[in-house]
């Protein structure tokens, strides 16, 4: 039993290069807020709901009303204008809400706040900030943040200058700015393409994660995962000529005393899945850069942690591997001891996610946790269930999966919950092992790969687990087309609930 982080057995010199790059980095958030007495220059921003809201802008710009008749605004249109002022600057913005429908719930994603995401992006550059109430100033600060973020890094040029806004009075700008900056760092990690951003960068970004928050970590590479029963992640990694490795990163919240809650967080990075012998056609192979996500979003989430200086006992666990194909690639049909002694069969390779996570989270269950969370782009079977914009989300205990669901809806980081339908255990079965990685059916596909990952908690009461697609397919209020650490949110909720 490994006591506290993993010994580094092994490090790769380019590590230093990237963590001083990182380490050094401008905060994200600094671009896109504005703290202090400028909002008296800010353009306002309106968001109309109601003929009173109308009204309210009005009484401010007196020549809005015309012009916004001219161009066709209508009440619950969902229509933005930018109105001039008589120099034919702007005045003011103007949102339309759209109308909540009548006998349904309300969706969670339709949220006023969420609206200012979609400005970050849209408006001209200049100062802004957000005229009248807001139910939720935090929740709106983090949606302009989300919604202004842009993936530069191949980019020539410099950046074009960016819509700014005069962060809310009433907001917590120090919540914001975590949520914002952690955010940005999973995102920048999946949008990242593969050739720089393979296992040893990974490495590197947790290693500069940690100096920055002042954080153990260690890791176990290549060959030395045998000495330590991490079978599963070395068989996975081992066909290619970037090695695999357990990252292993503790901290401890400011205020954290011994009985502080101890949050894991485990990330499936598989920085690269070519399928394996079971090789992926090339349709299916196009976006496997994200296929590292799970790995994005737990380190999303601890940075939003150790941002916010959350007294918990923090340890996330990432493990990566590239799923690559030479004479050394596991083959169909292999069986392979794991670190929680199970012995697996291999129904597929390109079932290698939940392989290493399972080694991974036998680790994290020696120490049984107060909180284990894994994420991992797991199954297509979890987005024919849900599509891309809702993660399944898998745990025992009824009020911990209602309390997570709740978070995620609050911070407009939703998950729909689905069973661990214990009968469908049956379909792992193998004649030869323990169990087998893939179920022998073509069904339930999110919910056999649940299962399989519970195989390897057996003391963790409470345990969750997110199969996450990790990409936005479309621009969206909180964000362009890309890289998404979905589910990092609302954990961070759920732990900052957990210390209240």
Not at 16 to 44: C, R, W
Not at 77 to 89: E, H, I, M, N, Q
Not at 471 to 493: C, I, M, N, S
Request: proline share 8%.
């Amino acid at each position: 039993m490994l006591a506290g982080p993993i010994r580094s057995l092994s490090r790769d010199t380019k590590f230093m290069a990237t963590e001083t790059k990182h380490s050094s980095a401008k905060a994200p958030s600094s671009g896109l807020f504005v703290d202090g007495p400028a909002g008296g220059t800010a353009v306002p921003i309106h968001l109309v709901g109601s003929a009173g809201d109308l009204d309210s802008v009005a009484a401010a710009v007196p020549s809005a009303k015309v012009w916004l008749e001219a161009n066709g605004f209508r009440l619950g249109s969902r229509k933005v204008v930018l109105v001039p002022d008589a120099t034919g600057r702007p005045a003011c913005v103007v949102v339309g809400l759209q109308k909540p429908a009548a006998g349904r719930p309300p969706d969670p994603m339709a949220r006023p706040e969420l609206q200012l995401g979609t400005l970050a992006a849209s408006l001209p550059p200049g100062l802004y900030k957000a005229a009248g109430r807001l139910e939720d100033p935090t929740l709106a600060a983090v949606a302009w943040g989300l919604g202004g973020y842009r993936f530069r890094r191949y980019k020539s040029g410099d950046p074009e200058p960016v819509a700014m806004l005069v962060m809310p009075p009433d907001a917590d700008a120090t919540r914001v700015r975590s949520i914002v900056d952690g955010t940005t760092l999973g995102r920048d990690l999946v949008n990242t393409p593969s050739n720089d951003m393979g296992p040893a960068e990974i490495e590197a970004t947790v290693r500069a994660l940690a100096e920055k928050f002042d954080a153990a970590v260690s890791s176990i590479v290549g060959d030395d995962l045998l000495q330590h029963d991490l079978r599963l992640i070395h068989a996975v990694g081992r066909a290619s000529p970037r090695p695999p490795r357990l990252i292993d990163l503790v901290w401890t919240g400011p205020g954290a005393g011994p009985k502080a809650p101890r949050v894991t967080l485990v990330g499936k990075g598989i920085a690269f899945d070519t399928g394996g012998l079971d090789l992926k056609p090339a349709s299916g192979m196009l976006l496997m850069k994200k296929d590292m996500g799970g790995a994005a979003a737990a380190i999303a989430c601890a940075h939003m942690i150790m941002s916010a200086g959350l007294p918990v006992r923090l340890r996330v666990l990432i493990a990566s591997a590239e799923n690559a194909v030479s004479g050394d690639s596991f083959r169909p049909l292999d069986v392979i001891r794991s670190r929680a002694g199970l012995t697996v069969e291999i129904g597929n390779t390109d079932a290698e996610g939940r392989l290493v996570l399972a080694d991974a989270l036998a680790i994290a269950d020696e120490e049984k946790p107060d909180l284990l969370v894994t994420y991992a782009t797991l199954t297509g079977a979890a987005r024919v269930a849900l599509g891309p914009e809702l993660p399944p989300l898998f745990a025992d205990d009824d009020d911990l999966a209602a309390r997570f669901a709740a978070c995620g809806d609050r911070t407009a980081d939703p998950v729909w919950r689905l069973p661990f339908w214990t009968s469908y255990e049956a379909g792992l079965e193998s004649a030869v092992a323990d169990i087998s990685n893939v179920s022998d059916g073509p069904f339930a596909g999110s919910i056999t790969a649940a299962l399989f990952l519970r195989k390897f908690v057996k003391t963790t009461p409470r345990y969750i687990h997110l199969d996450i697609y990790g990409w936005r397919p479309a621009p969206k209020p909180l964000g362009p087309k890309g890289g998404e650490v979905q589910g990092a949110r609302a954990t961070f909720e759920l732990v900052s609930d957990m210390v209240r």
